[in-house]
């Protein structure tokens, strides 16, 4: 779908997303009045990087910092998108059937961890992965299971997949058996593994892979340099370890890593190192 009007352009990605609404409702009357299951998938602007919020935006005083003052103030203007688009769907007669699902693709680090350390970019610290999924429905069956979905485990994007398959397919246990070993994600439905481990690549790319597994995680750099860290005791990651061997939490699980580094290492090495 294309904007509507004359759309205002906000970044480098394009449009104010409140410009989109209509052309997407289009689009769905399109797939009603063909009585048609459908998909539809939206990645929204304004709350990237630079983080410009449309010319009618009023401005908040949400932080004293300018930066997260402008990147607080970019969110809470997706927010008002994001409820612009939800009514925009309780009008159609599909609502009531239609599961959205809410993820972020990568997160950021708001001077948190540390004074110097903004964004995403080249940044693998926990901060730069940490995004919000979020399931929701009118439906009354999906209404029925999804809070227990809830979860305090370490979850992934790779979870969404197996997640809609479950609610799709009723929650059914022998449905679930046959496919589950397909997919590298759990369905949020069901009990997930604390020990899961978790592949992330440091956007943009032609940074470094991490893998980490409940409170140890590894960071190799496209230089190979490898750097553990012990989120046990230091969660926000102020000391890097180079040698594991040394660490209690670390020493048995280096091995792990190097496996599971080495597992990953094929599908990811033209990312972490620079598209090579």
């Not at 961890?113 to 693998?124: E, P, V």
């Not at 070993?181 to 592949?199: A, C, M, N, Q, V």
């Not at 980490?212 to 969660?235: H, I, N």
């Amino acid at each position: 779908v294309t904007p509507s009007g004359t759309p205002e352009i906000i970044n480098y990605f394009g449009y104010d997303d409140n410009n989109m609404i209509g052309p997407m409702m289009d689009w769905v009357d399109g797939r009603e009045k063909e009585e048609t299951p459908f998909f539809l998938s939206y990645i929204t602007n304004v709350s990237h990087d630079p983080h410009t919020t449309p010319k009618a935006w009023r401005e908040r005083n949400l932080s004293p910092d300018k930066d997260i003052n402008k990147f607080l103030n970019s969110k809470a203007c997706e927010d008002d998108f994001i409820q612009n688009l939800m009514c925009a769907f309780k009008k159609k007669k599909s609502f009531e059937n239609t599961l959205f699902v809410f993820i972020g693709d990568h997160g950021t680090a708001l001077k948190d961890q540390d004074s110097t350390r903004w964004g995403t970019h080249a940044n693998s610290h926990e901060k730069a992965y940490w995004v919000p999924l979020f399931i929701q429905s009118e439906n009354e069956w999906v209404k029925s299971v999804l809070p227990r979905a809830r979860t305090e485990e370490v979850c992934s994007a790779l979870d969404v997949l197996p997640t809609v398959i479950d609610l799709l397919s009723g929650g059914s246990d022998d449905e679930m058996d046959k496919i589950h070993f397909k997919y590298e994600g759990y369905s949020l439905l069901r009990k997930i593994p604390d020990d899961r481990p978790i592949l992330g690549v440091t956007n943009p790319g032609g940074h470094s892979l991490v893998v980490y597994q409940k409170d140890k995680k590894a960071v190799v750099k496209g230089s190979g340099e490898k750097v553990f860290y012990d989120l046990k005791t230091d969660p926000f990651e102020k000391k890097a370890i180079k040698n594991p061997a040394k660490n209690k939490n670390l020493s048995g699980w280096a091995k792990d890593a190097d496996r599971l580094i080495r597992q990953y290492h094929a599908t990811t090495q033209w990312f972490y190192t620079g598209w090579q």
